[in-house]
C-alpha cells in the first residue's frame, strides 16, 4: 500500500527557532519548552511498514517547524533504519526543509554523504528576508542562512531556494530574479503567503497579497525568467508550466490533475493527507497505532483525493484548465462539500498564462527541435505519424514532436 507514497514528516512539529510571522503551520513556532522529537520506536515502526510496501522507492521529506532542531544523531538514526528495513535494490530519498541557519560544515557533509536534498528558505535580500523572518531573539536570519547554503556549496550538496511570496517582496520581482541570479542560484520556487492555519478546519484562507499583485509578480519574473528564449534559472512554477507544453505532467501538485499521494506525518505520528489539512477532519490515524494500509484505507484519505476533481463551474468553462487543473483545492471557496469558487489566485494564474503562451510555445518548439536532432545525431529513427512520440510524452508523434 506505500507503493508510490511519499511522506512529509514534522520531524520537530512546530518547533523552531525562528519567529516568521506568516508561518502557516498552526501560527506559534515553539520556542520554549521540551523540544519534540519524534519516539524511536515509532521511527522505526514506521520506517520498517513504509519500506515492506515501498515498491523499489522510498521518498522522505523532513520539516518542521525547524527539521535540523532534531540533531544530527537523529538523522544518523534515519538513514541506519532506511538501509536495514529496505528491500535490496530500494532507490531512498531523502530531502529537508530548513531555514539554513543551523547549517555547518557537519550537517553539509552528512547531506553530501547520503544526497540528501536541501530546501532553504529565503525570501530575497537582507532587508526583505530579515523585515518578515527573524530568530525568535527579533535579530534577522539572512546573514546565518547564507553562510548555512556557503557550507552547501562547499561540499557540492544540491539545493533549491524557496521564497515565500508576501507583501514585502510582491512588487520586488526584478530585484529577486537579480539577487538570485548574483548569488548564482540555480533553482527556485515561488509559495505565495497564505496565513491560514492548516490545524483549523474551518478556518478561510487569509491571503496577504491579491491575485492582482501575484499576478503582475509572476509575470515580471517569467520577463527576466524568458531571457530571450534561453532560461539560466529553474523556476519551479515556470518549469511546471512549460512541462505541459512539452505534453508532460506538471511535478507539482498545484498544478496536477489530482493531489499528491502523499502521508504528513506529525511528530507524535499523527497522519493526515496534507500540510494544508493537518486538522481533526482529515486526521487518518497514527503510524504508531496503524499500518499505512490501513491510514490511505481511510474514508477521510478517499474524500481527500476527490478534492481536486469537484471544480466550481468556472475553472470547467477555463482555457486555461489543461495549465492548473483547478489550483489547489485548500484555497477555493466550499459550500456544502462543493467547490463554489475558484482558486483564489485563479486571477494571477489566468494572467501569467496568457502573459507567457507565446513565448512557451516557441520555446517548447525549440525544445522539441533539440529533441528530435540529439535522437538523430545518435543514430535513432524518428517514429511513425501514428506512433507514439520518442520524446516520452505518450502522445502520437503527428500530435507531438513532428512539426519541430
Known sequence: MAHGLSVMWKTV???????????????????????????????????????????????????????LLAGLDFFREVVRLQALHAPPGTV????????????????????????????????????????????????GSFDAAMRGIAWLRR?????????????????EAARLMDFYEREGFTHVQFIPCMSFKARDAEADGLYEITPAEYGDFLCEAFDRWWNDGRPRLSVRFFDNVLARYLGREAESCVQRPTCARTLI???????????????????LGNVGEQSIGEIVDHPAYRRFLTLK?????????????????????????????RAVRPDYFCAAYRRIFAHAHDRLVALAAAIRADWKRELLARGGTLPGRNEPCFCGSGLKYKKCCEGA
Not at 531523502?94 to 552528512?110: K, M
Request: aromatic residues 14%; negative net charge; hydrophobic residues 30%.
Open 265 to 283: 506525518l506529525d511528530g507524535n505520528g499523527d497522519a493526515y493527507p496534507c500540510d494544508f489539512y493537518m486538522n481533526r477532519e482529515y486526521r
Open 155 to 171: 561540499y557540492g550538496v544540491e539545493f533549491n531556494v524557496l521564497t515565500v511570496v508576501h507583501r514585502g517582496n510582491v512588487r
Open 309 to 337: 476533481s469537484e471544480l466550481p463551474d468556472d475553472c470547467r468553462a477555463c482555457e486555461y484548465f489543461g495549465l492548473c487543473h483547478g489550483g489547489c483545492p485548500r484555497n477555493r471557496g466550499w459550500s456544502g462539500g
Open 92 to 139: 531512498i530519498g531523502n530531502s529537508v526543509q530548513t531555514n539554513g541557519t543551523l547549517i555547518d560544515e557537519e550537517w553539509a557533509r552528512f547531506f553530501r554523504q547520503y544526497n540528501v536534498f536541501v530546501g532553504v528558505s529565503l525570501d530575497g535580500p537582507r532587508d526583505i528576508h530579515d523585515a518578515r523572518r527573524p530568530f525568535g531573539s527579533g535579530a
Open 13 to 67: 512539529s512546530n518547533y523552531c527557532n525562528m519567529a516568521c510571522d506568516y508561518c502557516y503551520f498552526d501560527g506559534s513556532a515553539g520556542h520554549g519548552g521540551k523540544k519534540p522529537r519524534i519516539d524511536q520506536e515509532l521511527l522505526e515502526t514506521f520506517i520498517r511498514d513504509y519500506m515492506a510496501g515501498s515498491g523499489g522507492k522510498a521518498s522522505f521529506v523532513w520539516q518542521g517547524g525547524e527539521p
